[in-house]
């Protein structure tokens, strides 16, 4: 499976931004899509995913401020991230679960930089 981002880029505190994702490749064993961030010195922390069932779950810091979307024909996972904060500074790295295997496999994209920045 590859991953590929769409959408990062610069923007004031209180604005928005939406971040996109395609898969290719062995797609028909995802089960599972969504957002990671990193920001500098930090570890690696759960943004949103969404599951094939349409179960979500954010991370504790997204107080309704993100939203996670899939188009399943697409193979694709959307993030609408609206009130940015500085905050929010980081890495963003599409993810997608396969349990094509008898172990489910993580595979990620090269990320996309959020920088919120007044």
């Known amino acids: 499976v590859q991953l590929q981002a769409y959408g990062g880029g610069s923007v004031r505190p209180g604005g928005s931004l939406r971040l996109s994702c395609v898969a290719s490749g062995k797609t028909f064993g995802i089960n599972v899509m969504g957002w990671y961030r990193q920001a500098p010195g930090n570890q690696r922390e759960l943004v949103a995913t969404k599951t094939n069932d349409g179960v979500t779950d954010y991370g504790d810091f997204v107080k309704g401020r993100m939203r996670i979307s899939r188009d399943y024909v697409a193979n694709s996972v959307y993030l609408q991230m609206d009130d940015l904060k500085p905050e929010d500074t980081a890495v963003y790295f599409c993810?997608?679960?396969?349990?094509?295997?008898?172990?489910?496999?993580?595979?990620w994209g090269a990320g996309t930089l959020v920088t919120v920045s007044s």
């Open positions: 993810n997608a679960r396969s349990i094509l295997s008898a172990i489910p496999t993580d595979y």
